[in-house]
């Protein structure tokens, strides 16, 4: 017979040691997100200044309604595929390349319906499709070639030194 006496009780691990798999160096991966956070809003910025749609009330708070579904997905999406993993073997080219790109093609059209929705626009235009999948996947590509060349040259000079 089974009762409650049978069964080991096992704490449950802290949530930093439970994260600990999809953030193995935190510290760096909030950097990547920041910058990640950064580059969205900018794409956005600089998409809604080429098209004149720049809130002029207030806005900040344009910029953030149309990043912000961008954002959550690019967030969300990236985490789950890895794409803040952070070690030499993370950064390496070929790695970090087809792990933000996996993560952008499936965050960006996320990012895109939601930003429909949120916006409450019926129809999404293929050339802003092609632009978000296009522009804002190589903003990111830029963005994250700059983190890697100066987390690398961070991390080997901390190796000679020790």
């Known amino acids: 017979m089974l009762t409650d006496n049978n069964f080991e009780k096992r704490p449950t691990p802290p949530l930093s040691l439970r994260m600990a798999g999809l953030f193995p160096n935190p510290l760096a991966a909030l950097y990547m997100m920041l910058g990640d956070i950064v580059t969205l809003l900018l794409f956005v910025y600089i998409g809604q200044a080429d098209h ?10 344009g910029l953030l309604l149309a990043s912000l579904p961008f954002i959550i997905t690019w967030l969300v999406t990236s ?84």
């Open 79 to 162: 985490t789950v595929l890895g794409a803040y993993r952070v070690s030499a073997e993370d950064l390496r080219w070929r790695v970090a390349f087809w792990r933000l790109l996996n993560a952008w093609l499936v965050a960006a059209p996320l990012g895109i319906v939601l930003r429909a929705v949120w916006l409450d626009r019926a129809v999404i235009p293929t050339a802003f499709v092609l632009a978000a999948l296009g522009f804002g996947g190589l903003m990111l590509l830029i963005w994250r070639a700059a983190y890697i060349l100066v987390w690398r040259s961070r991390h080997q000079g901390r190796q000679q030194v020790g």
């Open 52 to 61: 004149e749609l720049i809130d002029a009330e207030n806005p900040v708070r």
